[in-house]
């Protein structure tokens, strides 16, 4: 298939919704976690969840860059959004997520602070030109996938001797946080993982191999269209049915075992690796982030505005942490749909257009399961 349009054919998806049916064993329960925010909504988007036979069942994972930053990160942007002389340049997702004392990026705009929104990181690069008697300061957020163009921009500012351009890093690390799912104290029961689609293209398909070699879970790479998350259950039914726990690539036409050597040369270049680093819903885990290496650290901008990392409890009602775990879902919240709605969101899964929340919200998953009911 070449097009789009193919990946979701109805057609299609009818033939594989049928040999799922036929593969599955009618007394037993398959229990997937989809990691990527990317493949939740392709689930609830394209109805592909009631293309599933009652025996599979999805689970959400953590993988939304936006819901797993937790509130301190966005206090420490709040904090140095707010210093004279400072922009701080963020993507648009990230200015609703709810911080501490009621604020947000948005809230400390609205009182004056100068946060701007920008669709990429060239867009940074260019208010650091534009402004060259401010500092601009960039909230780098995102897994493997979105790493590499901060890197290159970095190096930009350093070879076009902007200096008055810094990073608020919060890239964090993909197997980190599998490793964690799996770790947890109460881990929650799973039979496969749907790998994700960008960042599998940055890394490949090799640091998946622990999981189905140390855990004997099986791991399926798939990409973002319909079909291919269809592909990637039925793969993981037949892994499942036939005792195997390998790590099969779905999304052959963009993912290979190695990986994009140049971004990860490029990575490994600009970055290195955090001794810690908070996730919400998932605590503080080792080694699970980067910040800017040595060389690069004077564009480090917890450095240049020696900003300190801070803990910052959740909401007390919010669920976004057990959901990002794997052991709640967006329905079992009390505050979903009524309190935390897209418009009014108290967590961060219902901020992220990624979010698990946003996209039961947005598809009405929760009214199936009403109506069910």
Known sequence: MKYVSEFRDPQLAQQLAQAMANEVHPDRLYRFMEFCG??????????????????????????????????????M????????????????DTLRIPASKGLSLMGARAQGADVRVVYSVDDALQLARTWPDREVVFLAIGFETTTPPTAVAIQTARREGLRNFSVLCNHVLTPAAMHAILDQPEPVALDGLVGPAHVSTIIGSRPYEVFASDYHLPVVIAGFEPLD??????MLIRQVNEGR???????????????NARA???????????????????????HS??????RYADMDAELRFALST?????????????ILRGHKRPQDCVLFGTICTPDQPTGACMVSSEGACAAHYRYGRHQ????AA
Not at 59 to 66: A, Y
Not at 310 to 322: I, N
């Open 368 to 371: 199936a399961d009403e109506v």
């Open 38 to 75: 990317g493949h939740t909504h392709a689930l609830a988007r394209y109805g592909v969840l009631d293309l599933l036979p009652s025996q599979v069942q999805m689970i959400h994972g953590p993988g939304c860059p936006v819901c797993v930053l937790p509130i301190g990160r966005i206090d």
């Open 229 to 234: 998350v269809m592909q990637a259950v039925l």
């Open 289 to 294: 982030a980067l910040r800017l290496g040595d």
């Open 77 to 92: 942007a709040i904090e140095v959004a707010r210093r004279p002389g400072v922009i701080l340049a963020s993507y648009g």
């Open 264 to 286: 990860i040369a490029l990575t490994d270049e600009v970055f290195a690796l955090r001794d810690q680093f908070e996730w919400r819903g998932l605590g503080s885990m080792p």
């Open 245 to 259: 726990a390998e790590v099969e690539n779905e999304f052959t036409r963009a993912v290979n075992r190695e990986g």
């Open 310 to 322: 801070r803990v910052v409890p959740d909401h007390p009602r919010c669920e976004c942490g057990p």
